[in-house]
């Protein structure tokens, strides 16, 4: 098989079409439609569906980028690290990274590591969809109680969990009274939150009077009195120590897993290795304590 046209092929793959990878590459278009059309002559598979206006690829076509894609960037890699005489970190790095890790922390990580590692160009990607690393060129994704993926290797970064907490003026529940209450997302009208305190389990009766798409934004407004909340304890340690928000009670239920994956097939480049020994740095631990440290 042609490398070379190979490449070629995961080129407009990745891109998703001949003009983007074009001008992404700095190479004429008409140069990459024709070494992918000679690599589908000599295959004799159809790798592209060529609409009038989009470009997609066939089953058989998206089995060979996915298998394919990650081999040659090691070949890249490694061709590199010869050249160079040492296994540096250098290059791309894509990661996906959640909503609340990335207003919190991943700014300042960021950062740091783009002073440390001058030679890597660190592209972070803010989400809590679910990604396909392999198919949407992730090197590394953060993710909070993912899945199982038999694809996907990883470590734990952090372990955190949910309190329920609440301005000083807001009052502490009594009896079947239903508190207000910030939540996120969209809920039932009505709902009861248990949760576990010193004196043992209780269940507290909530009505729902704001909702919002953000943690962050959660936080501030039970800082303004607007109602009680689940949070994470990395979120709100610093008002609790500071006596502007108080706990009600840990919320019953799962504890909060923050991973670092990436794909296991994959060999690890000297980049990502670079960057999850520099999470190791940061969250030596892995406490709340450690991510809240981040947080203004």
Do not use: C
């Not at 909503?99 to 300042?108: D, P, V």
């Not at 972070?124 to 996907?152: C, F, H, K, Q």
């Not at 009274?177 to 949760?195: I, K």
């Not at 305190?197 to 800082?223: C, F, N, Q, Y």
Request: overall charge neutral.
């Amino acid at each position: 098989m042609d490398l070379l046209a190979l490449a070629d092929f995961n080129l407009v793959a990745r891109h998703g079409g001949f003009g983007r990878a074009a001008r992404a590459a700095g190479r004429p278009k008409a140069t990459l439609s024709r070494r992918v059309s000679e690599l589908e002559s000599s295959l004799d598979l159809r790798l592209f569906e060529r609409g009038t206006r989009a470009l997609k690829l066939t089953q058989e076509g998206r089995a060979l980028y996915e298998r394919t894609g990650a081999l040659l960037t090691e070949l890249d890699e490694t061709a590199a690290a010869i050249a160079s005489g040492a296994d540096k970190p250098r290059g791309r790095l894509r990661i996906s990274s959640p909503l609340l890790f990335s207003q919190t922390a991943m700014g300042k990580l960021a950062v740091a590591f783009a002073l440390a590692y001058p030679e890597v160009r660190l592209e972070v990607t803010t989400e809590d969809r679910s990604v396909d690393m392999i198919e949407e060129g992730y090197d590394l994704v953060i993710r909070v109680n993912p899945d199982p993926d038999e694809s996907l290797v990883g470590r734990i970064l952090m372990r955190d969990r949910l309190v329920m907490v609440a301005s000083p003026s807001l009052g502490h529940p009594t009896g079947d009274r239903a508190v207000p209450a910030v939540v996120r997302g969209a809920t039932g009208l009505t709902s009861s939150w248990d949760v576990a305190t010193p004196g043992g389990k209780s269940r507290i009766t909530t009505e729902p009077v704001l909702r919002l798409s953000s943690l962050v934004m959660v936080r501030d407004a039970v800082r303004a009195g607007v109602g009680a909340a689940r949070l994470p304890v990395s979120l709100v340690s610093h008002d609790l120590a500071a006596g502007k928000l108080v706990h009600w009670g840990d919320v019953d239920g799962p504890e909060i897993v923050l991973w670092a994956l990436y794909p296991s097939r994959r060999l690890l480049s000297a980049r990502v290795s670079a960057f999850l020994d520099f999470l190791k740095q940061a969250f030596p631990s892995g406490t709340p304590e450690e991510l809240a440290s981040f947080i203004d």
